[in-house]
């Protein structure tokens, strides 16, 4: 092979990567990925089939369950972390699988600064005033102080058959955190994909120290700063699972999402 | 630059673009790509938004429908073939837009020879029979002679605001075949993911000489070839336009669907 061919071959294949790292980025960009079945999760599908390491090609923001329901994801810059019903907060270092998460790459498409108080349904509220697109998909970080933060995580299942979601709620174990700085991870998901996704809004929590987080059950903000990314694509991962294959998904599941996402 | 680091660069190329090539496999292996969304585009979004050209990024087999409705859209083989109400059915060659279009890239996963009489019944009873899992997502491609095909076209629409795809019904214009080869190129859809995609069977026909074609009215089989495609993901892509946006989704479109889908 003499220079010039192989100068040729260079150009070739920097054609050929920059060609492919396109294609993967329209992949990559605005895209929701849901692994698992949300209908099935809350049903009682708790085993982990998606490893972390994969879960992380489609998203670096999100949230999710560990394996066996031990407790609550949060996934924030590419970093996944459990917090435990223990309280116990970390960041994933090992392996591991997901029976459910919800992941994009968050791409801060506006920004609103809010710097007085609003409980849950204030910021509901506030959210929905500037997020008009009924049909649309968000993602939304909301980055600051808290005056309060109540959160919940469940503890790990043992035996199978699992019980529903909706059957554990008496075992939740709740965190309260007051005055307190962090990240709110989360997204609002149109009615329309309710069954594989949880529909509406939905937030985890992680301490700005990241030694605390969970399930958002309460909340008070003081002076927060909220990121959205507009998404316009889903995709779900089935869980390719005899469990999954034999789960009957007829069962209307809509009143056991609520209970579960309200944690009453 | 001497020999060696020249060398060295090509290494780095050839792993960087391999590394791709197998992210991007992935993403292309058994997925189901929804182009816009089911209820929405019967309910009257009959405007193309997606191009051909991207649409075939995602799939080199499926069905769909084109610009305006101007009749019924198959993809076969990497190829686009429209059927319009007159019964003309030709090759795309152009540029185009879909307001509502799945596809898959068909990998065969099964295959099954049919060498007997069934009517549309009975195939979907036997394709139940071959296709256990009632929670999968299923690309189905048969090839082979038919005694009967029946199908129907849609003619195009003209003005805003259109009517829902279930008004239009006495429009349709049928097509019947006799003695013919050609392929079925179509789908079986879980329940769940109903709303965003057309659930149960689904067909579109495309005549072994390229002439004819439309969507599954009825059919007798006489000697088939069925293959299967297992699907273990799908993606939908939202149409990123005000009509989508103010849509209202609400509306439960299932009978209308069914009516649509039976044309009658």
Known sequence: MNRHEIQLYIIIL??????????????????????????????????GYLPYS????????????PDKLDGELLILDGKIYQTQSSGKTSEIQGTGLTPFSVVNFFNTDSTFKVPRQMDKDQLYAYLD??????NGIYAIRIKGAFNKIETRAFPPVSKKPY????????????????EVK?????????????????VGYHFHFLSEDKTGGGHIINLLTD?????????????VNLPQTKDFENFDLNKDRSEELKQVENGM
């Not at 962090?182 to 949880?198: F, H, K």
């Not at 909220?226 to 995709?235: G, K, P, Q, R």
């Open 182 to 198: 962090g990240d709110l991870v989360g997204y609002r998901i149109p009615n329309y994909m309710e069954g594989p996704n949880i």
């Open 163 to 178: 019980v529903p979601l909706a059957e554990m709620i008496p075992l939740q174990q709740f965190f309260a955190f007051t």
């Open 54 to 65: 994969d879960l992380l090609l489609h998203g670096d923001f999100g949230l999710g369950a």
């Open 14 to 47: 920097l054609c050929l990567y920059s060609f492919q790292l396109k294609a993967q980025e329209q992949e990559k960009h605005d895209n929701l990925f849901t692994a698992g079945h949300a209908s099935a999760f809350i049903g009682g599908l708790y085993d």
């Open 223 to 235: 002076d927060i700063t909220i990121e959205v990314d507009y998404l316009n694509s889903f995709t």
């Open 129 to 134: 005033s500037i997020l008009p697109n009924q």
